[in-house]
């Protein structure tokens, strides 16, 4: 089984700040996926960004990366330069080779202009 | 390119009674799920498919049932209808059956269901 812990209920950034929300984990798979999703206003679970566990490079998409510690079982996401667009809802989660995928509770982040 | 599609988005139901919520998918995967989402919670997986014919129970299946007759189609039945199942349901699908396999899921916009 997997867990997936998200002990921030809500954060809050300025625009055009840099914002970290945390994420740990626990699963017994050694082959796993982890994965942050954005769901804003709108509802629609939108993927932010992946990381392969057997890749030790932290995945990186635009204004957003991932801080990825293996052994602590830590998987946060970094959100460079906060857009008001940002505001929304974001999951952290897992999937091991049992292909189900896991979800943190969920932080809410607002973006201040 | 419409991906994951639910029907409907929103539905009103009295206590005790049934419906289907329909979810096709048209990117040939092989993988299909269902989750609910209670207010400032994450998803939870209700059930899951690997194949058409095949389900499996996730984390809460109590009170509703699935089917998979097709690779396109997961709807999912609730049975008699309380409160407790007032939520927002997401479908989603994952695995295509032609590589690469990038391990996410393709979620549905979801459906708003109120039991009253």
């Known amino acids: 089984a997997q867990t997936v812990t998200q002990s921030q209920p809500e954060m809050s950034v300025q625009e055009a700040e840099t914002v970290t929300l945390s994420c740990t984990y626990d699963?017994?798979?050694?082959?796993?996926?982890l994965f942050w999703y954005k769901q804003p206003p709108s509802r629609q679970m939108i993927l932010v960004i992946r990381?392969?566990?057997?890749?030790?490079q932290n995945a990186t998409e635009n204004r957003f990366s991932v801080n990825f510690q293996k052994a602590a079982k830590s998987f946060s996401l970094k959100i460079s330069d906060s857009q008001l667009g940002d505001t929304a809802m974001y999951f952290c989660a897992c999937r091991g080779a049992n292909s189900k995928l896991t979800f943190g509770k969920g932080i809410t982040l607002s973006v201040r202009p | 390119n419409a991906g994951v599609t639910q029907t409907p988005k929103f539905r009103i139901l009295k206590i005790g009674q049934s419906m289907t919520l329909q979810c096709t998918q048209d990117?040939?995967?092989?993988?299909m799920y269902w989750y609910r989402q209670d207010p400032g919670m994450g998803l939870k997986l209700i059930y899951y498919?690997?194949?058409?014919?095949?389900?499996d129970k996730g984390e809460v299946p109590n009170g509703y049932n699935v089917s998979r007759s097709t690779t396109e189609d997961f709807p999912l039945r609730l049975e008699l209808a309380a409160p407790s199942q007032t939520s927002v349901y997401f479908c989603a699908s994952s695995h295509p059956r032609q590589p690469p396999n990038t391990g996410e899921l393709f979620f549905g916009e979801g459906s708003r269901l109120t039991v009253l």
């Open positions: 990381q392969e566990a057997y890749k030790q």
């Open positions: 498919s690997v194949g058409a014919g095949i389900t």
């Open positions: 699963t017994s798979e050694n082959n796993y996926y």
């Open positions: 990117m040939n995967h092989n993988y």
